[in-house]
């Protein structure tokens, strides 16, 4: 399971005890707020892209979302999401709980514009109902991101 990956991938900094479960599904920003108690803005949201037929993940704010303008400058083609199908076969978690923690080999992750206003956001665990509060500058080192970009709108 996706979760004892993400667990144990974490446990490298100490971070393992500090992941949460819950009785209730965290699969979209707004139950996640909900079973968090935050605002949905602080939750970071992992959206899975296909580009040349690799997987690449952007973490986001929850009210973020992508601007295939800027995406297309970044990226230097059109956003295009990974199928259902495709999500935990080339990234590693399943819908729901896709995260930046023990990825696939070569999935590059990186970090939007919109997390930098906050000084604690809440990716997920690995799983539909997990999550875990992480600071920008400890999200940047478990996520082993490739750099911060600004692919985003809707949320300034």
């Known amino acids: 399971m996706a979760i004892e990956t993400v667990r144990e991938y974490l446990k490298q900094w100490k971070a393992d005890q500090r992941m949460k479960e819950f ?3 965290s699969a979209t920003v707004e139950l996640a707020a909900m079973a968090l108690s935050c605002e949905p803005e602080r939750i970071a949201k992992t959206l899975s892209f296909k580009i040349e037929g690799k997987a690449i993940l952007i973490v986001a704010a929850g009210d973020a979302k992508i601007d295939n303008a800027k995406y297309k400058a970044k990226f230097q083609t059109k956003a295009k999401m990974l199928a259902p199908d495709e999500v935990e076969n080339l ?66």
């Open 91 to 156: 990234v590693g978690h399943a819908i729901g709980g896709v995260c930046p923690f023990a990825v696939k080999d070569g999935v590059k992750v990186y970090l939007d514009n919109s997390l930098r206003r906050f000084d604690l956001v809440y990716p997920a665990c690995g799983s539909s109902n997990s999550a875990i509060g992480l600071t920008l500058e400890e999200l940047e080192k478990f996520s082993l991101y490739v750099e911060w970009v600004d692919v985003c709108k809707n949320w300034e």
């Open 23 to 25: 009785e209730v599904s």
